[in-house]
């Protein structure tokens, strides 16, 4: 029934290969997220995305911009969400964790305040917030796609810049690193990676996509490449799982994909402590 539908619904295709999409670029971005215990910033950028989103239905209720979508301008105000993290960071050298708060709260506050100008929670809202198995058009594919390209291109290009600032930034630094620009391109990634995350796993939740698979992975790998590895294939089977287990079921897809990533996760952990177990008691 499913391959039937994906064969003649091209909503369903474009859902389905923008999660392929996601489940890949999510998890590898987040192995260096989790590193640099920067995890809550998929939180803060996700509020200021749906700031945007919410700014994107308001202009489109008031001036009928076809051409702007919701979509657009939320990678636009994550962007900008992102680049004001790093800004602020800069600010606050002895207490960088600070920007990520400042930054979500704006958010939040601004996401009211456009949502209730916007007429409220309405249909597409809800899922922008939840994700959705048949709200993916074909400009949104191809942009994600170009996402994906970019956040690839730049992560084997700059992969052993990326990796020295995620274990050691002053040794990267010292050693003749370009910190500030690598931090404003992994900045800027992360925010492209949020915003094209969110068609289908939804604002609230699209942080655990970077999170749990990546939480699974270091649980058995060996390195960091390894871990990158496994991230991305937890990755794609929580999302394909739950944009299946979301059709079946009439439900958005963010939910069922975060749930899947936990019990994977849970299995994994349950299965390491037996197998220590074993090893102790042998």
């Given at each position: 029934?499913?391959?039937?539908?994906?064969?003649?619904?091209?909503?369903?295709?474009?859902?389905?290969?923008?999660?392929?999409?996601?489940?890949?670029?999510?998890?590898?971005?987040?192995?260096?997220?989790?590193?640099?215990?920067?995890?809550?910033?998929?939180?803060?950028?996700?509020?200021?995305?749906?700031?945007?989103?919410?700014?994107?239905?308001?202009?489109?209720?008031?001036?009928?911009?076809?051409?702007?979508?919701?979509?657009?301008?939320?990678?636009?105000?994550?962007?900008?969400?992102?680049?004001?993290?790093?800004?602020?960071?800069?600010?606050?050298?002895?207490?960088?964790?600070?920007?990520?708060?400042?930054?979500?709260?704006?958010?939040?506050?601004?996401?009211?305040?456009?949502?209730?100008?916007?007429?409220?929670?309405?249909?597409?809202?809800?899922?922008?917030?939840?994700?959705?198995?048949?709200?993916?058009?074909?400009?949104?594919?191809?942009?994600?796609?170009?996402?994906?390209?970019?956040?690839?291109?730049?992560?084997?290009?700059?992969?052993?810049?990326?990796?020295?600032?995620?274990?050691?930034?002053?040794?990267?630094?010292?050693?003749?690193?370009?910190?500030?620009?690598?931090?404003?391109?992994?900045?800027?990634?992360?925010?492209?990676?949020?915003?094209?995350?969110?068609?289908?796993?939804?604002?609230?939740?699209?942080?655990?996509?970077?999170?749990?698979?990546?939480?699974?992975?270091?649980?058995?790998?060996k390195s960091f490449k390894q871990a990158i590895f496994?991230?991305?294939?937890?990755?794609?089977?929580?999302?394909?799982?739950?944009?299946?287990?979301?059709?079946?079921?009439?439900?958005?897809?963010?939910?069922?994909?975060?749930?899947?990533?936990?019990?994977?996760?849970?299995?994994?952990?349950?299965?390491?402590?037996?197998?220590?177990?074993?090893?102790?008691?042998?």
């Amino acid at each position: 029934m499913l391959l039937d539908a994906l064969m003649n619904f091209e909503l369903l295709r474009n859902t389905f290969y923008t999660g392929l999409l996601v489940g890949l670029i999510a998890p590898l971005l987040g192995t260096f997220i989790l590193v640099r215990r920067l995890s809550l910033i998929a939180d803060g950028l996700s509020h200021v995305t749906l700031a945007g989103i919410a700014f994107g239905l308001f202009m489109q209720k008031k001036y009928t911009l076809l051409m702007f979508t919701p979509f657009h301008s939320g990678i636009a105000f994550s962007i900008i969400g992102a680049l004001v993290i790093e800004n602020l960071r800069s600010v606050y050298k002895a207490f960088q964790e600070i920007a990520i708060p400042i930054t979500l709260s704006v958010g939040v506050g601004l996401s009211v305040v456009f949502i209730a100008l916007a007429d409220g929670i309405n249909t597409d809202i809800f899922a922008y917030l939840f994700g959705s198995v048949a709200a993916v058009s074909r400009t949104d594919l191809y942009l994600v796609l170009a996402v994906t390209l970019f956040v690839i291109i730049m992560v084997i290009t700059l992969y052993k810049e990326l990796l020295a600032l995620s274990f050691d930034e002053e040794f990267a630094t010292v050693s003749g690193i370009r910190s500030k620009v690598i931090h404003f391109i992994f900045i800027v990634m992360t925010a492209l990676v949020i915003s094209a995350s969110i068609r289908i796993v939804g604002v609230l939740l699209v942080s655990a996509l970077m999170t749990l698979p990546v939480a699974t992975s270091i649980r058995i790998a060996k390195s960091f490449k390894q871990a990158i590895f496994y991230s991305i294939i937890y990755g794609e089977v929580a999302v394909i799982s739950g944009l299946i287990t979301g059709y079946y079921f009439e439900i958005p897809p963010g939910g069922t994909i975060v749930i899947i990533a936990a019990s994977l996760l849970g299995l994994t952990l349950l299965i390491k402590k037996l197998y220590m177990a074993r090893i102790y008691k042998g």
